[in-house]
């Protein structure tokens, strides 16, 4: 079993930035890929960014390419997501999840494992 915990969510204005943070614990040694999720009220759950070792290719949601930055420490245990020029629409809970192996479809929710509890990110003026 793999635990996961997020942090870092807050309320910004348009145009700012929040860096969030997932901490990993329990049998991390198997990860072989770490993802953030978003889901907004009345929505389903969607992909941000997912990042996968040991090939460090990192994947992200049309919608962040060029304002969000996934990472991870040298460890796996903490997984980041840097979120710059934020946007009303980025408004929702964001989720950190992780699995063993692989997945090509890693943009569908259903093929992930292991998901922390979220944390609220609002951006409005």
């Known amino acids: 079993q793999v635990q996961l915990v997020e942090s870092g969510g807050g309320s910004v204005q348009p145009g700012g930035s929040l860096r969030l943070s997932c901490a990993a614990s329990?049998?991390?040694?198997?990860?072989?890929?770490m993802a953030w999720f978003r889901q907004a009220p009345g929505k389903e759950r969607e992909f941000v960014a997912a990042?996968?070792?040991?090939?460090?290719?990192?994947y992200y949601a049309d919608s962040v390419k060029g304002r969000f930055t996934i990472s991870r420490d040298r460890a796996r245990t903490m997984l980041y997501l840097q979120m710059n020029g934020l946007q009303p629409e980025d408004t929702a809970v964001y989720y950190c999840?992780?699995?063993?192996?692989?997945?090509?479809?890693?943009?569908?929710?259903?093929?992930?494992?292991?998901w922390g509890q979220g944390t609220q990110v609002t951006v409005s003026s």
């Open positions: 329990g049998r991390t040694f198997n990860n072989n890929g």
């Open positions: 990042m996968r070792w040991p090939t460090e290719m990192k």
């Open positions: 999840a992780s699995r063993e192996g692989w997945h090509v479809i890693y943009e569908n929710s259903n093929n992930w494992y292991y």
